[in-house]
């Protein structure tokens, strides 16, 4: 039978054998001291669990190279001359350029392409100037450190006495 649950509590329904002792006759189960409970055993089929597995061997990474990241760039410089050489091919219509007084007949793409270079140039110049201004910058305050220290103290050192 299920049990009835009355206000949290199980209830049964089944008659219970009486937990009273009775006076006349010693129930040596209930007299007896308590014994330690059995190792319980897992059912067949289940494994028991053994001793901790060793940690997993660290990893090792490996730390990446100037030559992989050479490789790396050579490959990505040669996908974007292939994506040039596609745009100049299918940009072959001539135009008429003119520059400061030039005149001239080019393909489309090599005029883009050679615009483009040219402002690439452009920047490189500029951060070319920033670069030896920083460099400039640098050997000044290297100088003045090292006048700093190389300077001798100008109050005498105490004799020790």
Known sequence: MTPIYAMGVAVSTEPQPSTQRSATVPDPQLDAPPEQPAPRTPPPGVQQPGPAAPPP???HKIRPTRLSGLWFAVVFFAVVLLFLLIFVLQNGRAVDI???GMH???PLGVALL???VCGVLLTILAGAARISQLHAVA???RRADARRTAAPTS?????VR
Request: cysteine-free; charged content about 15%.
């Open 139 to 141: 050997r000044r305050h």
């Open 155 to 159: 109050a005498p050192a105490d004799p």
């Open 104 to 106: 001239g007949h080019l």
């Open 114 to 116: 050679f615009a483009a």
């Open 98 to 100: 003119s520059y400061l």
């Open 57 to 59: 061997l660290p990893q």
